[in-house]
């Protein structure tokens, strides 16, 4: 393993759930069924993306990201995504980027520091929080994945247990063939870097982005930890998405024309918080001690996702 990486954005860490295009669910019910393949069979027309296990001891709570790079010899158009998670594994993000790293490098809380402009942020692409799920875009709707295309996961782990287990990921990507057209689609994610909830108080945290013109959503969720009493995305004074449930919020998804169009122009998110600690309860990456407030969204046509502190969208 590579010597240990700390920055600001160690701590953007997420799982969205978003439905299949038939709005019958999200693939990993909690009634246990699903009908994610990703850790049986590769996609015939596409890639997998294969983590090495990694060893998490009782009661650790740790980050680490597994580099290498897509195993694409042209450019692909993906229509669904799948993967799957050993026991253990808290979520999954998997993000594109041009690192340097020999294929297969393992480290340890690892992360990107949002400075520097755009150029130097990864691109957030596919994310999960359950231990088997699937993404599925909208009919002619794809994520573009260029050929040799470098790309990193993060994956967040949590051992309940009294035994140290083996963690591990796969990712399933499913391609159009290559003599098909889709319209390029992507992420746009919100962090907020300022919460700060006193011991044994109420409080809040949220901001208001600007989205790109003409840009239609097909997927719209939240992510907050366990403080959080509430979640909500507007577009203006409508209400786009709502939840009470951190753990599990749902996703608001549409599949078909219309598609969702903010039109205020704006993605305004909020998250409430209840902080029954005895310690102040800040923006962080732990799951039992830190809190979360972020808006996820897929939409297209795209030519890069996007990523927004707070309420500022990076160039």
Known sequence: MRPTRLSLASTIVTGLVFAACGGGGSAGDDDGTTD??????????????????????????VTYCYYTTVPTTRTMGIKRWS???????????????????????????????????GASLPFWTYSAQSPVQEAVMPAGIGMTVNAGQKAFVQMHYLNTTEAPIMASVTIDA???????????????????TQINVPA?????????CAVPAGAKFFAMSTH????????????????????????????????TDPFYTFA????????????????????????????????VGYYFPATAPKFCINSFVIP
């Open 36 to 61: 994610v393949d990703a850790g049986i069979e590769p996609p015939a027309e596409g890639f997998r993306i294969q983590t090495s296990p990694i060893m998490i001891m009782p009661g650790e709570e």
């Open 83 to 117: 993967s799957t998670m050993t026991p253990g594994s808290h979520h999954l993000i998997l993000f594109f980027d041009n690192h340097s790293e020999p294929d297969g490098t393992v480290t340890r809380d690892c992360g990107f520091a949002p400075s520097g402009g």
């Open 174 to 192: 499913e391609a159009y063939a290559a003599a098909d057209t889709f319209t390029p689609a992507a992420a746009y994610v919100t962090y907020n």
């Open 200 to 208: 044994n108080s109420t409080g809040n945290a949220g901001g208001n």
């Open 224 to 255: 907050a930890h366990q403080f959080a009493t509430r979640t909500e995305v507007k577009d203006g004074a409508s209400m786009v998405f709502e939840s009470t449930n951190w753990e599990h919020p749902g996703t608001a998804t549409w599949t």
């Open 264 to 295: 205020s122009g704006r993605i305004t998110y909020r998250c409430d918080y209840n902080n029954t600690s005895g310690a102040a309860v800040r923006t962080g990456n732990s799951a039992k001690t830190d809190e979360m407030c972020m808006a």
